[in-house]
């Protein structure tokens, strides 16, 4: 897969359970915060008290519905900010497994997680690095068995290039 067209995300709901979550708390917070504006306005006595006649009642829903759905768009497109970085490094870290040691993070200009993006191919950078080295040291001592020379070095190299590589917590 090719770093720069896997890039692009047209969905603007990638991650359901966490978007959709997230929009239903925006949205309750906003028609809660409304309906808290109105019922101050309508109790405190003011110049102009807020009379409920069925006009200004339907044009007060029609203001809160239009406010809830911008609410839920809203919140939808800032979340996708979150799970759709989300969504690439989880790809990128199978691609990984899979021994694609050379795939990396590419996460759009505006996506959260720009600076764990950079860490993580930073650390990638150097699981490459070592994995080469140790690539590098099987071939060597691959050539020198194949030319009947010393393998002596060519395994205390391989050796040294696998100790690079911690497969095991110490204890």
């Known amino acids: 897969m090719g770093m720069g067209m896997d890039n692009r995300r047209k969905q603007i709901v990638i991650n359901k359970k966490f978007q959709h979550q997230y929009a239903i708390l925006i949205v309750a917070m906003t028609v809660f915060l409304i309906n808290i504006v109105i019922i101050v306005q309508s109790l405190l006595p003011s ?5 409920l006649d069925s006009t200004t ?8 519905l239009v406010v809830i759905i911008g ?3 809203g919140s939808l497109k800032s979340t996708h900010k ?3 970085p989300v969504y690439v490094i989880t790809r990128q870290m199978k691609a990984i497994g899979n ?5 990396r ?3 759009r200009e505006n996506d959260m997680f720009q600076e764990q993006a950079a860490t993580i191919n930073a650390s ?3 699981l490459q690095a070592r994995v080469e080295a140790v690539q590098h040291a099987a071939q060597a001592l691959q050539q020198s068995l194949a030319d009947g020379h010393d393998t002596g070095t060519g395994i205390e190299q391989l050796i040294t290039a696998l100790a690079a590589l911690q497969t095991a917590r110490e204890e």
């Open 82 to 84: 979150i799970a759709g």
């Open 71 to 73: 609410a839920w768009y």
């Open 57 to 64: 009642a339907w044009t007060i829903g029609l203001i809160e």
């Open 99 to 103: 021994g694609e040691l050379y795939s």
């Open 47 to 51: 110049e102009q008290p807020l009379g």
């Open 124 to 126: 990638l950078d150097q």
């Open 105 to 107: 993070i590419t996460l």
